[in-house]
């Protein structure tokens, strides 16, 4: 949050006239501003503005007013009963048992998925980057997952495995496998894996195509084996797109929300942090109870992020100021 | 991966890998392609292909409002979101990739930060701001969230292709007595002119495909978008199965995802790719 402050402040300072604080540092041999360089930073400021407002004011103040929100007991049902009720919610939350099976379905399917769809996904970079006939079609196809509207996929995948309609329904025998909890869950993740793979595949594919071709032929000179190049030479040189891949996926899985929605509306107890909260706040018009799930989920993503980042350490996008002038 | 890459044999195991990637990827498109196709005497049967075709199901959905008016709201909604968010993005990221000052650091952090946002934290006080506002239900309601988080995407992408650009040139515009507004707008914007489109395609894939807000932030026909009509999609009676009509729309909102990918292919390619290392 600190660094969401500091572009307030660089935005603020750039004001009607980007009156920029002249440098005091006017000790001698070291040159003020140049009119060229103030005029750079003025333009920069004007040009970063309105991006880092409309973020900001979509985001930073909402999330503040949630937590404002979650310390109230508020249900537009009964507008009449809204009082502060300080951390009521969060033990209301935190002690249901809805809450922590929501939150072991969303755990269980961002950890299957994103572990399945990097074992998948950096067979189809490997796939996409290297097959020597048709890899524009291959290319082509893969983003149509990538692409498509998940909610058309999830209807598509809902009809398929609908007893009676679906190609696949009685692929594991009679029955309705989306109303029984495991095959459903199974189904879910399946959704998740074939819309997202291709993502996570392209943002392998561009590590990929950052190890040096040499150094693959001198590992093949040298006697490697394929599995050597691949976990020896590759690995290593991939290894900060790999996390950026894998920072991405865990995040967005860890949003699931659509696919749910649609292919079980979270009945049988399939149901994520994110349909939890949205049934709470859309079907029951709860924003105390809403608002406070919403609070924790951030301050889940929070945590899973901030985990990764002392991962990345400094590979983290963004770290590097290659974009600097000179 | 010596000589023996361009083997027959070769060429035949990757031909297959490639045949395995094509059919996972299409099926489930080409499943709910053949459903939007059958007779609603054959819509059960369970078939992959339609025993009998018909047109019916489009007839159907072209002729009710709920649709209609759903397909105004996405292709406006998305439109207008995708515009936005690719100018604000272009003037950001080429203070970004192009200029030195104080505070560009925070920049690409508050973009990491929104790109990892979970968006659902967003929608109890956005339901309840924009209720207050008098945006609820209506397009900026949507297109304000649109652009928030295509904002990121979009700075990564165009920064990337910005720095890939020729520096000189810039240079010798100022050079020629050019201010840097100038520059910008004469020299580097078409030059830029791929990347921003190719960033153009991204976001708007992404604002189409969004449910989340759309299902959160609406209530009627005014701006409901395809992907949340679907969801509430019903026969014209209570006993009608609305499968027929869901697959149809489905199509229907799939064919502007089909021809990016057919003609951009490249481009989409090289613009997730380079967004996400490089940035």
Known sequence: ?326 | MAASDTTVAAKWRWGLLDVVVVVFALVPVLWIASLSFKTTGTLTDGNFVPREWTLDNYRTIFSTNQFVRALGNSIGIALIATAVAVVLGTMAAYAVARLDFPGKKALVGVSLLIAMFPQVSLVSPLFEIERSLGLFDTWPGLILPYITFSLPLAIYTLSAFFKQIPWDLEKAAKMDGATSGQAFRRVIAPLAAPGVFTTAILVFIFCWNDFLFAISLTSTERSRTVPVALSFFTGESQFEDPTGAICAAAVVITIPIILFVLFFQRRIVSGLTSGAVKG
Request: glycine share 8%.
């Open chain 1, 1 to 326: 949050m600190s660094t969401e402050t500091e572009t307030a402040t660089a935005v603020d300072r750039a004001g009607p006239t980007g009156a920029v604080p002249a440098p005091r540092r006017g000790r001698v041999g070291r040159p003020t501003l140049s009119e060229g360089k103030r005029a750079e930073r003025r333009l920069g400021w004007l040009l970063c503005a309105p991006a880092a407002l409309v973020m900001l004011a979509v985001t930073a103040y909402p999330i503040l007013y949630s937590v404002w929100l979650s310390l109230q007991r508020f249900d537009l049902k009964f507008p009449d009963e809204r009082e502060f009720v300080g951390l009521a919610n969060y033990v209301t939350v935190l002690t249901n048992d809805y809450w922590w099976t929501a939150f072991g379905v969303t755990m269980l399917i961002t950890v299957v998925t994103v572990a399945v769809e990097l074992v998948l996904g950096m067979g189809l970079a490997v796939v996409m980057h290297r097959t020597i006939v048709g890899r524009g079609l291959v290319r082509t196809s893969a983003l149509i997952p990538y692409g498509i509207v998940t909610v058309v996929a999830a209807f598509s995948w809902r009809y398929a495995w609908t007893p009676g309609t679906g190609y696949l329904a009685t692929l594991f025998g009679e029955g309705a496998p989306l109303t029984e909890r495991a095959s459903a869950l199974a189904i879910i993740m399946l959704a998740e894996i074939w819309k997202t793979t291709p993502f996570m595949a392209l943002l392998l594919m561009a590590g990929l195509a950052l190890v040096p071709e040499d150094l693959l032929k001198a590992a093949s000179m040298d006697g490697a084996t394929a599995w050597q190049r691949f976990t020896r030479v590759m690995l290593p040189v991939m290894k900060p797109a790999i996390l950026v891949a894998l920072l991405f996926r865990t995040l967005d899985a860890f949003r699931v929300f659509d696919n749910i929605f649609v292919l079980t509306a979270g009945a049988n107890e399939t149901s994520s942090v994110s349909m939890l909260a949205y049934n709470n706040l859309i079907r029951g018009l709860n924003l105390g109870i809403g608002s406070t799930m919403s609070v924790l989920i951030f301050l889940a993503v929070a945590i899973i992020a901030f985990v990764f980042v002392k991962l990345f350490g400094t590979a983290a996008p963004g770290s590097t100021d290659e974009g600097g002038r000179r």
